[in-house]
């Protein structure tokens, strides 16, 4: 599939998932050589087409679209910028998780599945306004060098992915795990953390032997 056609699909998923409402949140990818394809600032997920994607550089040198690109273009970027492997970001407003995000909190890998794809507990990012670079150096130092997710505080999530459907998958579980964790604090519960050992065995496993062979 085209990457601007993976944008489009992707925007209309961020809808029906529940993961943000009218025209927030945000999506990027970074295909092979590099280029940057993003959505445009402040559209109706549903109308939006491949023709309305920008494509730019790593340093925002716009190589087509006429649209003016998302607010959160310069997160998006330092992402990139910072974690070589990562090729997608999905940028959500989920309810639990941003439960947490405005309480400055972190979540922890809690459950088996949160060990598995969210790389490490996932941070809140000090608060700086949307849009700004303040903002996305906040969201880069957040997610570190192993996180899959973290928080931006009192706003959102940013997930990220190896691809699409690892952003997306990421984006599923840190809102499930919010949920979770939510839960057990509502009735005044204490989780039983994971061994450190334990997660480190998990994450080897899917790094090498979940699913099929390629
Ligand atoms: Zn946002």
Known sequence: MDMRET?????????????????????????????VYITPSGMDYEICTPEDIVVMTID???????????????????????????????????????????????????????????????KTAAYALPGTVELAENCVKALGEKAYACLLQSHGAVCVGSCMKDAFKVAKVLETTAEIYFRIRSIGGKYIPLSEENIAAMQEFVLKKYGQPK
């Open 7 to 35: 944008i489009v699909s992707a925007g209309k998923k961020l809808i029906s998932e529940g993961f943000t409402v009218e025209t927030w949140g945000n999506i990027s990818a970074r295909d092979e050589s590099g280029l």
């Open 60 to 122: 925002r040198d716009i190589v087509s679209g006429t649209r003016r690109p998302s607010i959160e273009t310069e997160l998006h970027l330092s992402v990139y910028r910072a974690r070589p492997e990562v090729r997608a970001i999905v940028h959500t407003h989920p309810i639990y998780s941003t439960v947490f995000s405005c309480m400055g909190e972190s979540i922890p890998l809690i459950i088996d599945e949160a060990a598995q794809s969210l790389g490490d507990e996932v």
